[in-house]
Every structure is written in C-alpha cells, then in structure tokens.
C-alpha cells in the first residue's frame, strides 16, 4: 500500500525558507523508475507543479521557480524534501508531494496536503 | 512550456447524464495526459495516464480518448460522487503542466 505524507512549518515570513518534507511508504526510491514530485495548489485555484527527484537522483525543476527550488532525498528514511527560498505571500498555497512512475509519467498517488501561509 | 486549455470551465450535469471534458494542448504530446479528479477538501487522484488507461480501482464509466493535441475525458452516466473539479495533466515535455480545471456539479 503506497502512501504519502507531507510536513511543514505551517506560517512562515516573507523573505525566509520553506522546508517541506514527504514521508512515504510502499515503495523505494531507490527502485528504477520510481519518482516523487511536488506539486502546489493555491487556494480555489489550480495545481501548479515544483519539481521532481528520481531514484538515479535526476531532478528537474520549474524554470518559472528554478533558482528557489531545490529537492532532495533520504532514501534509507523514505523521505524526499523541497526548500523554497525566499518566500512572499504568493507562495502560499496547500503543497503536495506524489508518486510518479517513469512508465506512466503520471502521478498516481498524493498526499494529503499541507497548507503553508506566508504572512507579515 | 506546453500550455494545456482546458474546457469547459463549470458544467452541470443531472444524474445518468454522458458529460465530455476537453483539454487542447499548444503542441503534440503523444498521448503522454493524465486526467485527475479532486473532491472538496481532497488531493487530486489518478483517473486516466496515457489518454485513454484507466487506473486501478477506477470506475469503467470514466474513459479517456485523443491524440495529437486534442484529448477528452468522458464520464458515461454522471453520479453523485463524481462532483468534482477535474484537471488535466501533460508529461511530454518538462514541466509537466495542468490544465485549469473543470468544475463538475450535479444539476
């Protein structure tokens, strides 16, 4: 049974860095062909992709981001990561991470979600 | 970066209805969209990869078709646990990008 869950700090202040961290079960990132990516969700609105990590430690990265993101990973935990740098009010939003697979390139499994606000 | 268009916005449907969802994508993706389905309060979930697979534990009443630019999603006989936003998703090129979404609401 594959699962997902993200942590995070919840509010944070404009100008500092988002630590989020996706603790998953029922597969291994160090298995071929196994991903997970994450993935955000402004309010009412729709989902915007992050970045994703492989199990070779390929990554990739949203160039509209790409110099505030970085993701990594803890193979032996289960446990992938992404820091968002220098963050406003726009990057509040509910972020999730997800499984995906290179065969299907589609992210079959999700967490639930963890919301982060920025606010003064 | 592909720009997927999704349509149309909002729909209603009465109960039994066939409804039709379409995404237009800026360029080819060789079959390479997903369909997602997000329930109020909930995290998106797998309809359909490839255009046209069907996830397991998906009902059958959902199916995917297309090609090229053009793909749809079908649901044939809406029910009540298939109110929802639905989003569209291509993995052809990164980023993989979303469409806008679909809200579905039962008329």
């Known amino acids: 049974q594959v699962t997902l869950k993200e942590s995070g700090p919840g509010i944070l202040q404009p100008s500092q860095t988002l630590s989020l961290t996706c603790t998953f079960s029922?597969?291994?990132?160090?298995?071929?062909?196994?991903?997970v990516g994450w993935i955000r969700q402004p309010s009412g609105k729709g989902l915007e992709w992050l970045a994703n990590?492989?199990?070779?430690?390929?990554?990739y990265y949203n160039p509209s981001l790409k110099n505030r993101l970085t993701i990594s990973k803890d193979t032996s935990n289960n446990q992938a990561f992404l820091k968002i740098t220098n963050v406003d009010t726009a990057d509040t939003a509910t972020y999730y991470c997800?499984?995906?697979?290179?065969?299907?390139?589609?992210?079959?499994?999700w967490g639930q979600g963890v919301m982060v606000t920025v606010s003064s | 970066d592909i720009q997927m268009t999704q349509s149309p916005a909002s729909l209603s449907a009465s109960l039994g209805e066939t409804v039709s969802i379409e995404c237009l994508a800026s360029?080819?993706?060789?079959?390479?969209l997903a369909w997602y389905q997000q329930k109020s309060g909930k995290s998106p979930q797998l309809l359909i990869y490839?255009?046209?697979r069907l996830q397991d534990g998906v009902p059958s009443r959902f199916s995917g078709s297309g090609s090229g630019t053009r793909y749809s999603l079908k649901i044939s006989g809406m029910q009540p646990e298939d109110e929802a936003d639905y989003f569209c998703?291509?993995?052809?090129?990164?980023?993989?990008?979303f469409g806008s979404g679909t809200k579905l609401e039962i008329k």
């Open positions: 997800a499984r995906m697979v290179l065969i299907t390139t589609s992210f079959d499994y």
């Open positions: 029922g597969f291994s990132l160090s298995t071929y062909g196994m991903g």
């Open positions: 990590i492989w199990w070779d430690d390929d990554k």
């Open positions: 360029e080819g993706i060789s079959n390479d």
């Open positions: 490839a255009a046209s």
């Open positions: 998703q291509q993995s052809y090129k990164y980023p993989p990008t």
